[in-house]
């Protein structure tokens, strides 16, 4: 950058906060090019501002597509200060450097949450302010860059400490957020084009987000992270956090979960996560007995979790869940006297649900130099494809409760049990490399807080029983009714065991793995 900066280009679709730097470059005798809209709002302000068809000597044409790509913008952004034979061709050309460039691009992602119009939506594709950000920060060895108003207070603070000037540590940096804003950019247009024309899976992914915040912390205390959205048609998450300290990864991942299986719920219930799995879940017309019946699942796992619920959380609901220590309360809104019971809470986190919308995207999984990338599993099974295996056929209340079971079932951690007893989890088994230790584990808490409940439940498995010592355990256990996939080379074997204890098998044909 020259010592002495002469010209700033300046094209802005949000002109807030420009005022700011239109004192600054005034205050160091820096000339201003800008475009229509904004020409005009500099001038309205009272600074001196060139016209940048005045400046190029070429009119905008084509309904405005075309008005900043011109030689005399690009080579005076592109040219290199140290390089003789450029100097020579801008003394050639009298042509003038340009040592800002202040840019900011059509408001694309509004756009397309306003209208359904492709016309408009194409006409909204900035193609000269993406252009000129690439030319200026590829050459942010002479040139400023700026491209988010947030950051025009450190380019006051620059240009006053360099004399009219700045860093090149400050234009290098601001670069880089400039070529991430046009890579954004661009992401967004080419997901507008793919949702379109339906294209799942184009030749090449783009992943994009904002940045929300930083949390915490990571997964663990010595890691950081952040959270990105990369809802277009919201300006948040749509999770109101209303008490508690700042969020971590954990608790985002468990925040998620719980959301993700509420969103399965057709009726009032709650899901109690920890680490990412369910303890408890139930569905029950009355909420407070729902959270019950999902706390009496698993209490010990339940300590410090999440709990998620579909329904306002009023007083009595509020006593009841203050008894016990939770780090996330979901609910949909808290009433007055509830507010005021958890306040007694110091480290309780209270986050109202109500605005958030389930999307049904994909789910992405990352890898070293490589990612999957799947549809969302978003069925249980399919009524037609229920085959009833056994000679005793299970009424239509207990296939009810089943897919309530095997719903919660496909969100546990592969390889899963979950035993529940109508509507209400009664255990759960999660994560285990043998289908017969989640079998153990789901009967023992079973046993263990519920064993009551135990008699006649039921038991749904993410994927089928290789072998019949898994069905054996859930037999002895009391289960009265088994939903797998079967499709096991092994399947007659568990289906002659339950024939003989009476006790009833499901085969869905949909598998529920959940790694």
């Given amino acids: 950058m020259s010592k002495t900066a002469k010209n700033a280009l300046i094209s802005l679709s949000d002109k807030s906060g420009i005022e700011k730097i239109l004192k600054v470059l005034k205050k160091y005798k820096v000339n201003i090019i800008s475009t229509g809209g904004t020409y005009k709002e500099i001038k309205k302000l009272g600074y001196n501002c060139k016209e940048i068809s005045k400046y190029t000597k070429f009119s905008e044409m084509l309904d405005g597509r075309v008005k900043t790509l011109h030689p005399k913008i690009y080579a005076g ?94 234009r290098e940096e601001m670069a880089s957020k400039a070529f991430s804003l046009t890579a954004y950019y661009d992401s967004i247009i080419s997901n507008w084009f793919n949702n379109k024309l339906r294209i799942i899976f184009p030749e090449n992914k783009i992943i994009f987000g904002k940045k929300i915040t930083q949390l915490r912390y990571g997964e663990n205390p010595h890691q950081t992270s952040s959270i990105y959205i990369n809802d277009l048609f919201k300006g948040d998450l749509g999770l109101s956090k209303i008490k508690g300290k700042a969020l971590s990864y954990n608790n985002y991942n468990d925040i998620y979960t719980g959301l993700e299986i509420l969103s399965s719920f057709k009726k009032t219930g709650t899901v109690i996560i920890k680490h990412a799995n369910p303890s408890g879940a139930s569905i029950n017309n009355s909420p407070i007995k729902s959270f019950q019946e999902s706390y009496a699942s698993d209490p010990v796992s339940a300590f410090g979790g999440v709990v998620a619920c579909n329904f306002l959380i009023n007083k009595k609901i509020a006593k009841e869940m ?5 780090e996330v309360i ?29 999307k049904k995207e994909y789910h ?90 135990l008699k006649n439940s039921i038991a749904a498995s993410d994927a089928f029983f290789p072998f019949s010592d898994g069905v054996k355990k859930l ?7 088994i939903i797998q996939p079967g499709g096991s080379i092994r399947d007659d074997q568990s289906i002659k065991l339950a024939n003989k204890a009476k006790v009833k098998m499901i085969f869905t044909g949909v598998r529920h793995f959940n790694h």
Avoid: W
């Fill in 330 to 358: 979901l609910a949909k809104k808290f009433d007055k006297e509830a507010l005021k019971i958890f306040s007694s809470k110091k480290n309780l986190i209270l986050i109202d649900i109500s605005k958030f919308k389930y």
């Fill in 77 to 170: 952004i592109l040219s290199k200060r140290s390089n003789k034979k450029h100097r020579k061709e801008m003394r050639g050309k009298k042509f003038n450097y340009i040592d800002f460039v202040v840019v900011n691009f059509y408001p694309f992602h509004e756009k397309i949450s306003k209208t359904q119009n492709s016309k408009k939506i194409i006409e909204n594709i900035d193609i000269g302010g993406p252009t000129m950000v690439r030319a200026a920060a590829k050459n942010f060895k002479d040139i400023l860059i700026l491209t988010d108003k947030k950051d025009y207070s450190r380019f006051i603070n620059e240009m006053n400490k360099y004399g009219g000037s700045t860093s090149l540590k400050f």
């Fill in 475 to 481: 037999i002895n256990a009391g289960i009265k009714v």
């Fill in 364 to 453: 992405i999984k990352q890898f070293p130099n490589s990612f999957l990338i799947q549809d969302r599993n978003n069925i249980v099974f399919k009524n037609k494809n229920l085959r009833f295996v056994t000679k005793l056929k299970p009424t239509k209340q207990e296939i009810r409760s089943a897919e309530f079971a095997l719903n919660i079932c496909k969100f546990v951690k592969s390889n899963s049990i979950v035993i529940s007893n109508k509507f209400a989890t009664l255990g759960i088994g999660a994560g285990q490399p043998s289908r017969v230790d989640s079998c153990e584990i789901a009967v023992k808490k079973a046993k263990k807080f519920q064993p009551k409940k």
């Fill in 322 to 326: 203050s008894k016990i220590f939770f």
